[in-house]
């Protein structure tokens, strides 16, 4: 030490030279410590307290990492707050994530919206050994109920049947699409949790939806983001508050049905997923490790009227709306409806496989519509090695289904809607890795086949009977296909024309 004082006279020069070793030592010591930051992929640097904020648009985090991913390429750490997250763009990051490494990252992170609203329970936003316990109950009862069998076509055509009825009311007058078909989806899933439909007018069923509504708009909401990262914060936002008071509203309405429910189950007459999971309880009531306690069997059955509601309701929105945008491509689908089905039924699961062109519309819709705006949420659930980086167990991962659904290297023109992207140069339907607006691995979409089966039935269904048109006044060109953005997108209120064909 006094050697050191002599050589430095000026006791500044001195702190100065502690200072740097001290954080020489510390980024040694970071950099080779197993959870370091400085062990994830690179990324902008992030200030104090609020990491990266800055530099995000949180309305449209989607286009936001789009245009990072520019600077930083496809892999890179964004801080939120103090919380690093790993972002993933493109096709063949994504796939490496979700299917190559699908056990490392099938966790959702715990953010303070999702857990306040659920408890931690259900299906979406639950976690570890719950989470695949609730999940195979449901993907195994949903199949009973006919989900990817033919057998879900009754349900499903019964609900077209109500639809025609409702736009036939209209008598070829405008009117807005968005709450028939939330209505519409909304009925099959209920048809399939709760054992019953609704009456489009009943006014409990038609807040039901609002709320569902309302609340998949509020959570892709900038509010809501910013409540996540400084949940402290709390008292600043109104928004969390609306989707807290929406969820309690929801949450009374699914408690006294299945209060009333319970009172009529019979294992010998199994109406509905609600029922099902009624009697799993009375069966593993006595077993340790038990899962299917009340607040598991009410938080599903919410989500999945939630998730099965309003991303297929949007799906046939936007379906409609490019029919009357792209009038010749209304017309040919309905050419190859008249062709394979004729008028005297209704369209079938089967048909569909002699249908390419319809198929290879629907199929772009999603795509070019990318329905699922807010990135996907995945959390690693162990300490993991990802092309030379290292993730330490809980690390969150982002994933924009808009950089695969849009990847230049995958699709011939991503920012054109054009049904050929599904087609050979033969018009055979042609499958498309890159096709996942479901996602992919082990958090895939729970409900795919049944949304797959839904948007099929119901598009043909009501292409089937009605050309649609833009309002009086508005030509096709002038259409604005600006989404309405939440955490999924639908089209912007417009009203259109339903006409009977013959
Ligand atoms: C066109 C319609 C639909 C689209 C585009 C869609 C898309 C998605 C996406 C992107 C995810 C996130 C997956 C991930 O994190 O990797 C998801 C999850 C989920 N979806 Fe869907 N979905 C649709 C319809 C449905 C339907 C009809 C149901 C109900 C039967 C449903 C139930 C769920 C559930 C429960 C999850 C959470 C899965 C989990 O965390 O294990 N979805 N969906």
Redesign the pocket.
């Known amino acids: 030490m006094v050697v050191l004082y002599y050589f430095f006279q000026d006791i500044g020069t001195l702190q100065i030279l502690c200072a740097v070793l001290l954080l020489f030592f510390l980024i040694v010591v970071s950099a080779t410590w197993k959870t370091s930051p400085f062990r994830m992929p690179p990324g902008p640097f992030p200030l104090p307290i609020i990491g990266n904020l800055h530099i995000l648009d949180l309305k449209r985090l989607d286009k936001s990492l789009e245009k990072l991913s520019k600077k930083y390429g496809n892999v890179f750490t964004l801080t939120f707050g103090t919380t690093k997250s790993m972002v993933v763009l493109g096709y063949e990051a994504a796939h490496d994530v ?1 299917v190559n490494h699908a056990d490392e990252f099938a966790e ?1 992170p715990m953010l303070k919206s999702f857990q306040k609203v659920t408890n931690g329970k259900g ?4 976690h570890g050994d719950e ?1 695949k316990t609730m ?1 195979r109950f ?1 993907l195994s009862t ?1 199949r009973d109920f006919g ?1 990817g069998k033919t057998t879900i076509e009754d349900r499903i055509h019964k609900e077209a049947e109500m639809l025609i009825k409702e736009i036939e009311a209209h008598k070829g007058q405008p009117f807005y699409d968005r709450w028939l078909m939330n209505s519409c ?1 909304g009925n099959v ?1 209920c048809s ?1 949790i709760l054992g019953k439909r609704f009456d489009y007018h009943d006014p409990i069923f038609v807040k039901l939806i609002q709320i569902v509504s309302q609340n998949v708009k509020l959570l892709g909401c900038p509010a809501v983001q910013l409540y996540n990262i400084f949940p402290f914060l709390g008292f600043l936002f109104g928004a969390p508050n609306i989707l807290f008071r929406n969820m309690q509203e929801q949450r009374k309405f699914f408690v006294e049905f299945l209060k009333l429910n319970r009172q009529t189950v019979n294992e010998n007459d199994i109406r509905s997923y609600a029922d099902a999971f009624m009697l799993k309880q009375q069966e593993e009531m006595k077993k340790p490790d038990n899962y299917f306690d009340e607040e598991n069997l009410l938080v ?1 059955t919410m ?2 009227f939630s ?3 309003e ?2 309701s ?2 046939l929105q936007w379906a409609f709306l490019m029919m009357i945008k792209y009038p010749e491509m209304q017309k040919k689908v309905q050419e190859e409806i008249d062709e394979v089905v004729g008028n005297s039924r209704l369209p079938t699961l089967e048909d569909r496989k002699i249908m390419p062109y319809t198929d290879a519309v629907i199929h772009e819709v ?1 795509r070019f519509c990318n ?2 705006t807010l990135p ?3 959390e690693t659930t162990c300490d993991t090695n990802f092309r030379g980086y290292f993730l330490s167990k809980g690390t969150r991962v982002l ?1 924009p ?1 808009s950089s695969i659904l849009f990847d230049k290297t995958q699709w011939e023109s991503p920012e054109k809607f054009t049904p050929s992207h599904f087609l050979d140069a033969h018009g055979k339907f042609i499958k498309k890795a890159a096709f996942l ?12 086949s ?3 089966a ?2 099929f039935l119901l598009f043909t269904a009501l292409i089937q009977k009605f050309t649609f048109y833009p309002a009086p006044g508005v030509t096709s060109e002038e259409l604005d296909l600006k989404p309405d953005v939440g955490a ?1 997108s639908t089209p912007q209120y417009h009203l259109m024309c339903a006409v009977p064909r013959n």
């Open positions: 979700l959702r299906l979406i936003f639950s989470w999940r449901a949903l989900m989806t899933i399939i599903s989500n999945l998730a099965g509601l991303t297929t949007s799906t999603q329905i699922v996907l949420m995945r994933i289904l607006p479901f996602s992919a691995g082990r958090r895939v979409c729970l409900g795919e049944l949304a797959k839904e948007s999924t």
